[in-house]
């Protein structure tokens, strides 16, 4: 029931009454849930003129969306994660999400990010899922990371990318990172879902936040627009995409320390990304290198991330 209620706030302060009303709950019931999702880390409002959010909560009743990214979004105050979240109501017999839907959270318990390290959440970080149905081609699926760092970049309206899914401040610091998990069958991808998750107004030690590039900006703003661009980006050609992202990248031209299957650990000069967005590494020996996963380390200024 806390769920349904969180579903009807908006920015507009609403009555007790009003919205026992609407859920078929007494006005004490209405505070008791609200006590709940406040616990939860919702920023709820509750003032004389009523129960609201938090101007700026990206919750559906706050959101200006201009796409069709986001039509369908749940919003909660605490999950597990939002990738399992999503991945569940994709699932759904009866009313499953559809492309381009979006679970939000103001909290996560078993928040995850590449290679199963934990993604922390709280108090100014915006963390959500957005579900891509396929088919999708297998060779399709490295450059989503690369086409969602794009976007990212263009919504923020700075920054630059580490390949293949950090965005770093001019300091180097993490902004935000990018986990895409695909469900493959066969040669394609039945259906993939993206976790992006920003540092708006808080970040956790060594990190950066977003603010200090879109002043004043609220999560609900950065949301809409980050999910406008991730529209036009992961549908943009891929030629499009990998020169967009060489614009703005941090580690073309960077010394890098990687690791190879059965070659241990490697250092050499990030040249390029080849057409499916893998890293092209030249050595000190005059080889080039392709490194399609795994972790790239910054060597430098600006450090590793």
């Known amino acids: 029931m806390s769920e349904r209620l969180l579903q009807l706030l908006t920015a507009v302060p609403q009555s007790g009454d009003d919205l026992g009303a609407a859920l078929g709950l007494s006005r004490v019931s209405v505070h008791a849930?609200?006590?709940?999702?406040?616990?939860?880390?919702?920023?709820?409002?509750?003032?004389?003129?009523?129960?609201?959010?938090?101007?700026?909560?990206?919750?559906?009743?706050?959101?200006?969306?201009?796409?069709?990214?986001g039509r369908a979004l749940r919003y909660y105050g605490e999950t597990g994660s939002?990738?399992?979240?999503?991945?569940?109501?994709?699932?759904?017999?009866?009313?499953?999400?559809?492309?381009?839907?979006?679970?939000?959270?103001?909290?996560?318990?078993?928040?995850?990010?590449?290679?199963?390290?934990?993604?922390?959440?709280?108090?100014?970080?915006?963390?959500?899922?957005?579900?891509?149905?396929?088919?999708?081609?297998?060779?399709?699926?490295?450059?989503?990371?690369?086409?969602?760092?794009?976007?990212?970049?263009?919504?923020?309206?700075?920054?630059?990318?580490?390949?293949?899914?950090?965005?770093?401040?001019?300091?180097?610091?993490?902004?935000?990172?990018?986990?895409?998990?695909?469900?493959?069958?066969?040669?394609?991808?039945?259906?993939?879902?993206?976790?992006i998750g920003i540092n708006v107004t808080e970040a956790p030690q060594g990190a950066g936040t977003v603010d200090h590039l879109r002043p004043g900006v609220t999560r609900a703003e950065l949301l809409a627009d980050v999910l406008a661009e991730l529209e036009h980006w992961l549908a943009a050609p891929g030629p499009e995409v990998l020169d967009a992202w060489r614009a703005v990248s941090a580690t073309l031209g960077q010394p890098v320390r990687f690791e190879l299957p059965g070659q241990g650990h490697l250092e050499g000069v990030a040249r390029d990304v080849d057409a499916q967005g893998s890293l092209l590494v030249a050595l000190p020996d005059g080889r080039t290198v392709t490194v399609g996963a795994g972790d790239v380390e910054l060597i430098g200024q600006l450090g590793a991330r």
Not at 49 to 65: D, I, M, R
Not at 158 to 164: A, D, I, N, Q
Request: proline residues 7%; positive net charge; charged residues 20%.
């Open 82 to 195: 939002t990738q399992d979240t999503l991945r569940d109501w994709a699932a759904d017999v009866h009313s499953p999400a559809l492309h381009g839907a979006v679970v939000v959270a103001e909290r996560q318990t078993a928040g995850r990010g590449r290679r199963g390290r934990t993604w922390q959440t709280g108090t100014g970080n915006l963390v959500f899922s957005v579900l891509l149905r396929g088919p999708l081609p297998l060779s399709s699926l490295p450059t989503l990371p690369l086409a969602a760092g794009v976007a990212m970049q263009r919504a923020v309206g700075g920054g630059s990318l580490k390949w293949p899914n950090d965005l770093l401040d001019a300091q180097g610091r993490k902004l935000a990172g990018i986990l895409l998990e695909a469900e493959l069958r066969g040669e394609e991808a039945r259906q993939a879902v993206l976790g």
């Open 33 to 69: 849930h609200a006590h709940r999702l406040r616990e939860q880390g919702v920023p709820l409002q509750v003032r004389r003129a009523g129960y609201a959010l938090e101007p700026g909560t990206p919750a559906p009743g706050v959101l200006a969306l201009r796409g069709g990214f």
